[in-house]
């Protein structure tokens, strides 16, 4: 499986984005997809997870900011990303084959892991 992320760049606080990411091979459509984020400097982070049956979570950071969407063909996972913040600067990445547990932070350090990564797309936000 091969996950190619795309529409990263260079942007304003308040302004608007959408990242894609395009899974091509075999996906398992019962995987859960997920956007990770890491800053210079930090840990990576999840940032929203979809479920197979679309059930989307966010952390508190991004909420009511960021919407994680699937395309029709389910090989497409996108990430709305409004009213940007200089601190939502990060290489973001997307991910799939394992649990939404673990792209949200509630598995113990050390367990779980996503089978497959993109290599990520910048994200720059300027105040």
């Known amino acids: 499986v091969e996950l190619v992320e795309s529409g990263g760049g260079s942007f304003q606080s308040g302004g608007s984005l959408r990242l894609s990411c395009v899974a091509s091979?075999?996906?398992?459509?019962?995987?859960?997809m997920g956007w990770f984020r890491q800053a210079p400097g930090k840990e990576r982070e999840g940032v929203a997870a979809?479920?197979?049956?679309?059930?989307?979570e966010y952390i508190d950071s991004v909420k009511d900011r960021f919407t994680i969407s699937k395309g029709i063909a389910d090989n497409i996972l996108y990430l709305q990303m409004n009213h940007l913040k200089p601190e939502d600067t990060a290489m973001y990445y997307c991910?799939?084959?394992?649990?939404?547990?673990?792209?949200?932070?509630?598995?113990?350090?050390?367990?779980?892991?996503?089978?497959?990564w993109g290599k990520g797309t910048q994200v720059t936000v300027s105040s």
């Open positions: 979809i479920e197979y049956d679309g059930r989307t």
């Open positions: 091979g075999y996906t398992h459509s019962s995987s859960c």
């Open positions: 991910a799939t084959g394992g649990p939404c547990d673990y792209v949200m932070g509630r598995l113990p350090a050390g367990v779980g892991d996503m089978d497959f």
